[in-house]
């Protein structure tokens, strides 16, 4: 059996720690984490999960259970009361949308994704595979707005 697989390097973002050699941003159990004089200190409320957590390695089931593990992180973190207070406006996206947009964040919401879905398994079908991924960010947010 053969496979194909696209290389995945992550990159930093500005303002995080990041680890070039090993391409992840340094975290504990999904919380990013940065050097201090006396040892590592968590970044409150900013998480990780998949590549960029762990380095390119497993599989979706592998990707899943990083995302369970920052999630269940994050969960302890609101209970506790660490989380920073955020301004939103309601509950869900639509309070949250404004708040990702003031920071520069792209969002793409489930029409969205499946825009994306289906450009790539047509993509796929025409070159003979089960789907063609898209790996040009600007491109998957072009065609996640207009389809």
């Given at each position: 059996?053969?496979?194909?697989?696209i290389?995945?390097k992550?990159?930093?973002i500005a303002?995080?720690p990041?680890?070039?050699?090993?391409?992840?941003?340094p975290?504990?159990?999904?919380?990013?984490?940065?050097?201090?004089?006396d040892?590592a200190?968590?970044?409150?409320?900013v998480?990780?999960?998949?590549?960029?957590k762990?380095?390119?390695?497993?599989?979706?089931g592998?990707?899943?259970?990083?995302?369970?593990?920052?999630?269940?992180?994050?969960?302890?973190?609101?209970?506790?009361g660490?989380?920073?207070?955020l301004q939103?406006?309601?509950p869900?996206?639509?309070?949250?949308r404004?708040l990702l947009a003031?920071?520069g964040?792209?969002?793409?919401d489930?029409?969205?994704?499946?825009?994306?879905?289906?450009e790539?398994?047509g993509?796929?079908?025409?070159?003979?595979?089960?789907r063609?991924?898209?790996?040009?960010?600007?491109?998957?947010?072009r065609l996640?707005?207009?389809?």
């Amino acid at each position: 059996m053969v496979f194909r697989s696209i290389g995945y390097k992550s990159v930093g973002i500005a303002g995080l720690p990041f680890d070039e050699k090993k391409g992840v941003i340094p975290n504990r159990e999904g919380r990013v984490v940065e050097k201090a004089a006396d040892g590592a200190a968590v970044v409150p409320g900013v998480y990780v999960s998949g590549w960029v957590k762990r380095g390119p390695s497993g599989v979706i089931g592998t990707n899943r259970m990083d995302a369970e593990e920052t999630v269940s992180s994050l969960c302890a973190d609101l209970t506790e009361g660490k989380l920073p207070s955020l301004q939103v406006s309601q509950p869900g996206l639509g309070g949250i949308r404004p708040l990702l947009a003031a920071r520069g964040a792209h969002v793409v919401d489930f029409g969205g994704w499946k825009k994306l879905e289906v450009e790539e398994e047509g993509r796929g079908k025409a070159s003979g595979t089960e789907r063609t991924k898209i790996t040009s960010v600007a491109e998957m947010l072009r065609l996640a707005a207009n389809g």
